[in-house]
């Protein structure tokens, strides 16, 4: 504070002339800066041995002496920021720092990006918006999804097609598939460095039960104990071959039963505010450490004013770095997503199957999606709804549509425009089409869409994609009107199926027939893409489009203080 009080009262003397160089008593300037003359003194030495001004003066009470500035306060408040930064002192910075945040954007971004500060490799990732707070259960944004996996850890986690244990080293179950018990790794740790015990975990898998979603999701759980202090038991009231993918969900992430910010993963919370979130490595995490010790998102909206909307442009595009500067950043990796936007009719005596199937062949012959005014690369029509599983062939439009449909549809803003490009579609074929936007990004049990003829949503697909799909079917509101007598069933009798390879043939069929009888049709899928500067590393984009902080890394400096340049990789 006192280094901020300081620049405050330099700032004060400087604005008498805007910087310019000018005659002036001590007089004149202890007024100005609100304190005694013997003070200006002592602070016109000590800026001038600190290279910001040269003062001469004259003698005489009174008398003028020549003031000339070497730095502007602005350039002052960009020292001490780095400063504070260099020192590992994030928070304290945001605090001392006191500037509108049109300025703090300015300061931020030579910043951005990898930075070795006091030997250790930093990461700073600018952010459009303040997050979510971080509840596992509650999360629907994408960026936050990513941030609860590397803070909080499953028993069981996902890695690609597969699942793979976590916090349990392995796991067993009997002959029926309805005993299973994960046996813990020893010595494992919370990030304020408790030991993990089953009976805590054992606590949160019962408070998770006890919530909509969770219940949901681990319908089939009888009961949970701990046997053994490296042992968890689950018992269920039938087979359900899921349970390890079940355990992997973000709803089953487990924090710390006392303190709701404290998990067990890669990461560690230490700071979460509107203007910053921190992260800090974990240093007794069970599996391989990062090689990043801090992560920092810097929440400055003003930074994406300028034409590219978001820090992830169109929440697909992340620019780890200044995003003005997207040309000189290097495009480090780009997938398509495997979730995708789509829409769901929902039949009724107002609008009946055929009806329903003669929309979206209308939707899929016009060719809507391709027009689309969106920025080029951004997205793609989707052929398939998996890799591998293409798409049932369209039918012609064939009869009429109702002389009125209801739309309802929820984030991101590119369904917003594809509703605006069907009410046009739709006023052609004599369907007036009435939009209701919902400013969310998933569909929650307490949305009212009693009156929606059609939904639009964005199904979010990470890891396990088949798993994902079920759990869409099986929990989500969009789907509760289909579930009791369409969907209960064969989702059912998917979850007793011990054979992957059936389960898989399974869910392939089920979606075949739900596409085909009218009641689900995939729109479009994303581009993500991921840009970083010179010396940011090991970035790949895994299946939410982010980046697994564990695995980037930051060449450290040279002699002379530069990061050296990455190494060619080894044949």
């Known amino acids: 504070m006192r280094q ?25 300037m202890a007024q100005h800066c609100y304190c005694s003359e013997r003070h200006v003194r002592t602070l016109l030495r000590q800026w001038q041995q600190a290279g910001w001004l040269q003062w001469h003066g004259a003698a005489g009470r009174g008398k003028q002496g020549e003031l000339r500035f ?28 006191d500037v509108a945040p049109e300025r703090l954007v300015k300061m931020l971004r030579p910043l951005m990006g990898g930075q070795w500060q006091n030997q250790a490799p930093v990461l700073r990732i600018p952010y459009y918006r303040a997050m979510e707070a971080l509840d596992p259960l509650q999360l629907t944004g994408r960026a936050e999804q990513h941030l609860v996996r590397q803070i909080f850890s499953g028993l069981t986690r996902f890695n690609a097609d ?84 079940r355990l992997a969900h973000q709803f089953c992430l487990l924090p710390h039963p006392e303190h709701a910010d404290t998990g067990s993963g890669p990461w560690r919370l230490t700071h979460f505010t509107r203007e910053l979130v921190r ?26 004013d300028r034409g590219l909307g978001t820090s992830c442009r169109h929440p697909v595009q992340i620019a780890i770095g200044d995003p003005d500067e997207l040309d000189t950043l290097r495009p480090v990796d780009r997938s398509i997503s495997l979730g995708f936007c789509y829409l769901a009719p929902r039949f009724s005596a107002r609008f009946s199957q055929a009806q329903a199937k ?23 029509p989707t052929a398939e709804l998996l890799p591998g599983w293409p798409l049932p062939a369209p039918h012609r439009p064939e009869g009429t549509l109702p002389a009125t449909l209801t739309l309802h549809y929820h984030l991101p803003i590119e369904l917003h425009v594809m509703a605006q490009a069907l009410v046009p579609l739709l006023a052609a074929q004599g369907c007036t ?23 639009m949503g964005d199904r979010l697909i990470g890891d ?47 979606f075949q027939q739900l596409m085909r009888d009218g009641h689900l049709l995939p729109l479009f899928n994303y581009r993500y893409q991921v840009f970083a500067p010179p010396g940011v590393e090991g970035i790949q984009l895994n299946s939410m489009g982010w980046f697994d902080f564990t695995r980037a890394w930051i060449p450290p400096p040279a002699a002379g203080g530069a990061v050296q340049p990455a190494p060619e990789p080894v044949p």
């Not at 392995?170 to 018990?181: F, I, L, N, S, T």
């Not at 992260?279 to 003003?302: D, F, G, K, N």
């Not at 003669?358 to 793609?380: F, K, M, N, R, Y």
């Not at 939009?435 to 003829?453: E, G, M, Y």
């Open 464 to 510: 396990a994609p088949q798993f994902t799909l079920v759990n869409w079917l099986e929990n989500d509101a969009a789907w509760q009107p289909l579930r009791p007598a369409v969907l209960q069933a064969p989702l059912h009798a998917i979850a007793r199926q011990a054979s992957p390879a059936l389960r898989s043939a399974a869910i392939h069929q089920l």
């Open 70 to 97: 070497l730095l502007s306060p602005e350039q002052l408040r960009q020292q001490l920021l780095s400063q504070q930064l260099a020192a590992g002192e994030a928070v304290q910075a945001l605090q001392v720092l």
């Open 279 to 304: 992260l800090e490595s974990h240093a007794r995490w069970h599996h391989q450490r990062p090689l990043i010790q801090v992560v920092e998102y810097w929440i400055t909206p003003q930074l994406f």
């Open 162 to 245: 597969d699942v793979e244990g976590d916090l349990a080293h392995h796991w067993q179950h009997d002959a029926q598939g309805r005993e299973w018990y994960f046996w813990l790794r020893p010595l494992l740790s919370w990030h304020n460095d408790e030991p993990v015990q089953a009976a805590q975990l054992v606590q949160q898998l019962q408070r998770i039960m006890q919530t909509p979603q969770g219940g949901r999701l681990l319908a089939a759980v009888e009961h949970i104990d701990a046997p053994h202090p490296l042992a968890l038991r689950i018992r269920l009231r039938t087979s359900d071959y899921w349970l390890p993918q």
């Open 433 to 455: 089409l009435t939009c209701v936007f919902h400013d969310v990004k998933s569909w929650r049990d307490d949305i009212d869409l009693s009156d929606a003829d059609i939904i």
């Open 358 to 380: 003669t929309l979206l062949a209308l939707i899929q012959h016009s060719g809507v999606i391709q027009q689309l005014p969106l920025d080029e690369g951004l997205i793609t």
């Open 4 to 28: 901020l009080h300081r620049v405050n009262q330099f700032q004060r003397l400087w604005q008498l002339s805007q910087g310019e160089a000018q005659r002036i008593s001590v007089a004149a």
